[in-house]
């Protein structure tokens, strides 16, 4: 199966239908390709609740409060002076939230389509791998200057996605594409300063580490055993399982299965796809060995999801 048409298969978010979901009032874009949003907290982030897919690149900054927020199997707490970039194609959701702070929540959300960034000389899919790898917490947090000097981007996108002048899509395309480059270097930065730190891990060990989860993302659907993944990084199944549990703290089958549960889930929320349909493309045996396998891994049946 060809890994790119199963992506299209899947619940895939791109600007207009999220913009559909937010209040009017609260965001300002250009066209389908790029916006900005300066939101608290409303039913709109019900919008994430479940695992899905966007196909542009979305930074979130929190100035206010609390989440967290999940990206594929990777949890990050997002704070006051925090930031994260989302890179198009992961499995995002909000996950928790304190209901205490939900009157004092505020964040911002600059969003871009792949399109609209292709001016931006800045690999943001290979920086977020690298944060997996160097940072415990990829979500970083500000210092005083960096949040200021945001302020005056934003504050300026702003005011320009609300004048009516002769090429005025131009003038915010290249201040976007400056707003997410600047993101790009403060991540970067952290990024330099925590490997610097961390060069005990070796080279091969965070490459191995690397492939092995771009072989998951990829096979996940039709791959479950270990032994597949260790014969494509030339390894026996027994190392690989003792590398990836002693890099990411999760054995090598449970980042398989967490993959296979995020698509199950999104497929469940968001698909007209009948449960055996699921299963089939799941590539699972049968329709019960799905029931058990999603029961055993989520404490409910596929049914009992779909429907809460």
Known sequence: MNVSDDMTERHILDIPTLLSQLPKSSYRALGDEFFVANLSYNESMNLMKYPVRFNGFLAFYCMEGRFSIDIDLHSYEVEEGSLIIYTPGNMVRVSSYDSEELRKLNFIIVASSEAFITDVRVDFNRLYDDSLLALENPCIRLAADEREMLRKYYELTETLLYQDIPNNDK???????????????????????????????????????????????????????????????????????????GISGRTAAEWIDGFVILDAKNLLKYSDLSIKEIAFKLHFASVPSFYKFFNKQVGMTPTSYREQ
Request: glycine residues 2%; charged residues 25%.
């Open 171 to 245: 003038a915010v395309k290249y201040l976007g594409a400056s707003l997410f480059s600047l993101m790009g270097s403060i991540w970067k930065n952290r990024i330099d300063v925590a490997e610097e730190s961390t060069r005990h891990r070796s080279i091969r060990t965070k490459a191995l580490y690397e492939n092995f989860l771009k072989l998951v993302s990829e096979n996940h659907s039709s791959q479950r055993t270990l032994k597949f993944y260790a014969d494509k990084l030339c390894l026996t199944p027994k190392y690989l399982s003792k590398l990836i549990k």
